[in-house]
């Protein structure tokens, strides 16, 4: 504790700080304020952008993890802070007038960002970048690009299914994207879209990433495989579900799928948790040579 209060004074690290970037991301939010309320709106009401609810979760945890950095990090004010806040005036400005969503809700990310980083400035940018990072979670996905990943993704995820439930013994026929099992025809669509969790899920496999001591590229190798982690628990979650729709009524299935839906967050992690044993067992380096946040 000593050895940190006097690597904070050398660091000049002073209540003001704290309470100065906290005041001005406070004043960019309220600059912003309705853009953030349609962050929020989108968040609650729309199943396919619930994952924006769990960003402020894995940003806590990702500072906390690096909490050792703060020792290192000198804040000072520098020209980060009000460029990010220029940009992102002028993609607020845009999106709004130009009927962009993304860009009128990353503008308004980026002043939140940029007014704290005009008072603790570039090295604390640099030093807890993943926690920078993962703030762009916070923007809705349009609907055009879920689409286009979301037929994909449903089509993977009926054939792998219907070859699942087959090797299990359990009698199913697939037409397209939709299931039959016991004479009840289940669409994937409705059944499970994996689009109300993959974002979920790759926001998990971002959080483990870099809230774990591991090498570059195995970080790299978890975010890769992000989308397969998502195919995987729309798998073991379809499972289930499917066959509970083929023998009991519509509404019981539908409560087994939308609590089922959030069980795969924790079994996401401990798939990860698994990948990352089966590595150390086959012997390969996962873990730099030191904890790059003490």
Known sequence: MK?????????????????????MAILGALITRQAWRDIAHIAISDEESSHILLV?????WLIWVRRGRLRTAVPRGQWIGPLLVLLGWFSSWYGFYHAVQAAWHLGAILVVVGSALTVLGADVLLRFLPVFGVLVFLVPVPGIIRQQIAGPLQTITAQVTHAVLTTMGIPVERF???????????????????????????????????????????????????PVSA????????????????????EAAQRFHDISGWLMVPIAFFILLGVIRLLRWALLP?????????
């Open 3 to 23: 050895r940190f209060f006097q690597v904070n004074i050398r660091n000049r690290w002073t209540t003001r700080h704290i309470v100065g970037a906290l005041g």
């Open 56 to 60: 402020p979760i894995v940003a806590v």
């Open 176 to 226: 397209g994207n939709a299931l039959i099992i016991n004479g009840v025809q289940v669409a994937i669509a409705e059944a499970c879209n994996g689009m109300r969790m993959v974002f979920a899920l790759v926001l998990v496999s971002y959080g483990f990433a870099f809230g774990t001591p591991l090498r570059q590229y195995v970080r790299l190798i978890i975010l890769a495989a992000s």
């Open 231 to 250: 195919i995987l628990c729309n798998v073991i979650r379809l499972i289930p579900t499917v066959w509970i729709y083929g023998h009991f009524q519509d």
């Open 286 to 294: 996962v873990a730099p040579f030191t904890l790059a946040y003490e």
